[in-house]
């Protein structure tokens, strides 16, 4: 049987034996996608994910699968399907180590051994030898596949941890692997701190405890219970459940659209949809994929879906929504969020708009006053900078342009970095650092120049009056992005809106800081009481 192995470099095998693989790196990725992906793939999203336009894409593509097809179709067997819009490999056929992989970390008739040997194999870089630097919607992919990875280790490590036929010492291993890919993890902490113990280990055990205790209050986290044994309690269900196990509604859901442009949109949706819904129109900049497990957003995200039937998109553009598109401005944001909430089946709903998605969301509730049923508007301004700036401050705003067009796609991300800090201030070096890599890949520098063009051209002033949606403004005291006086402007000029200041410096709030809490209380206590 084929084999092919994707954890670690890239390898093929037919039996015993390991076939040679093409040199071209671009050819090699293609495989890893196509046996990661194991679906029908079109042609032209694999040109557009793997090769620039000058690069021909598609006899770049021709190429590549000439060199695949005697190697993927070895021992006279068609496993590579094709026909002239989609290429699919059929896994059925192939012995892929990452599927092997999930299949036992989703299990819950694997035994001991399975669970080890499959955690050693994810153990490795997945395709380590395939990275593209240059092909940005890739590169998210092929994150977000080593992310799918961790979080199968974490999974398999967990159980491993708790498994009552293990011996304490093992135990104690694989709770120091399950804290290693969950660093923050309270109960992955308490286990491995509590199997020092088990083992007579004291001292090390106290050592451990201070060292995660700063960890944990250097986070801003809440530090875990060190006076608890977990061993001796009952295993808490989620410590074992599988990823299946999981609610369907905790499960982010994507899909695409098609607006009258044929541009190709993606939005999500995650939370029961027998909660109230919660549509959030798109901001700079998201990935559905990507800011899901995010440690700036996800954390507010899964909080409000836990509550409602809550829908985001990805704008024209930038994620997972269309790069190449010839319309970036306010009229077509606004026609994007009428074609998302009608392709979510929605006819009254509550409407939340952050950053510059609050003009697109304040515009929308002005045409639309009977589908929107609330107003949520934070870190929002009603006029972009054209409309308000000094002479200085447009000669300023016109030199970021420059630098965006420059240095958005380098691999130094010192500007990125100086653009995150204007956002969030307040970041760890570690949040910067992802801050400044998501950017990157959420879309081109041609398209975050056009967007920062876009926002600056903004004015809905005029639209404030003709809101009639009960409408909260939020607003961090110590936003330097956008001023809370924007904030403030705003609520004076919607008839009867309500105003809230948060305790924050960001822009963009942190999971981990309270006003984080604070804005998810507010948009609750607003929306359901």
């Not at 970390?105 to 035994?111: G, K, L, R, T």
């Not at 309690?233 to 899909?255: F, G, L, N």
């Not at 798109?282 to 996800?298: C, F, G, K, R, V």
């Amino acid at each position: 049987m084929l084999a092919i192995q994707t954890f670690g470099p890239l390898r093929v095998f037919m039996g015993r034996t390991e076939l040679t693989l093409p040199a071209s790196r671009k050819t090699r990725a293609l495989l890893g996608y196509l046996a990661l992906s194991g679906s029908p793939q079109r042609r032209d999203s694999l040109c557009e994910l793997f090769w620039d336009i000058p690069d021909d894409p598609r006899g770049a593509l021709r190429w590549s699968l000439s060199k695949l097809r005697p190697l993927i179709d070895a021992g006279s067997q068609t496993r590579l399907l094709s026909d002239r819009e989609r290429i699919h490999l059929d896994i059925a056929s192939v012995a892929i180590d990452f599927h092997a992989v999930r299949k036992c970390a989703n299990s819950n008739e694997a035994e001991v051994g399975e669970l080890e040997r499959a955690w050693e194999t994810a153990s490795h870089l997945l395709l380590e030898d395939c990275e593209l630097p240059n092909q940005s919607v890739y590169t998210s992919w092929l994150e977000q596949q080593r992310n799918d990875a961790s979080r199968m280790r974490i999974r398999m490590a967990r159980r491993l941890a708790v498994f009552p036929g293990l011996a304490p010492e093992d135990r104690e291993r694989w709770a120091d692997r399950w804290l290693s890919d969950a660093p923050f993890d309270p109960l992955a902490a308490r286990y491995a701190v509590a199997g020092r113990r088990q083992l007579g280990r004291e001292r090390e055990a106290n050592t451990l405890a201070d060292e995660l205790e700063k960890a944990f209050r250097d986070a801003s986290l809440q530090v875990p219970d060190w006076a608890s044994d977990p061993y001796s309690a009952e295993i808490p269900k989620a410590v074992i459940a599988t990823e299946e196990q999981a609610p369907p509604s905790s499960r982010q859901v994507v899909r695409l659209i098609e607006t009258e442009d044929k541009t190709s949109l993606a939005w999500a949706s995650v939370g029961s949809p027998d909660n109230p819904p919660l549509v959030k129109a798109a901001n700079w900049l998201s990935h559905l994929e990507l800011d899901w497990e995010a440690p700036i957003w996800s954390p507010l995200f899964r909080e409000l879906s836990k509550t409602f039937h809550f829908i985001r998109y990805d704008e024209r553009g930038c994620g997972l929504s269309d790069w190449d598109v010839s319309d970036i401005s306010l009229d077509s944001f606004v026609s994007d969020l009428e074609r998302i909430v009608d392709a979510a089946g929605l006819d009254r709903f509550p409407l939340l708009g952050i950053s510059q998605g609050a003009a697109v969301s304040i515009e929308y509730a002005a045409r639309h006053p009977d589908r929107v049923s609330h107003l949520i508007l934070f870190g929002s301004y009603a006029a972009g900078w054209r409309h308000t700036a000094t002479p200085e401050q447009v000669r300023e705003r016109e030199a970021v342009m420059v630098l965006t067009e420059t240095g958005w796609g380098q691999t130094n991300p010192s500007y990125r970095h100086l653009f995150s800090q204007t956002f969030m201030p307040d970041a760890t070096l570690e949040e910067l650092a992802w801050f400044d890599e998501f950017q990157k890949n959420t879309t081109s520098p041609e398209n975050a120049v056009r967007f920062l063009h876009a926002f600056a051209d903004i004015d809905v002033r005029h639209r404030l009056k003709d809101v009639t949606a009960p409408t909260l403004v939020l607003h961090c005291r110590g936003d330097l992005r956008i001023p809370v006086a924007s904030g403030r402007a705003l609520a004076a000029q919607i008839p009867n809106a309500q105003f809230i200041g948060l305790d924050s410096n960001n822009h963009l709030l942190l999971g981990r800081e309270p006003a984080s809490v604070e804005f998810v209380e507010a948009v609750r206590r607003f929306l359901l009481t």
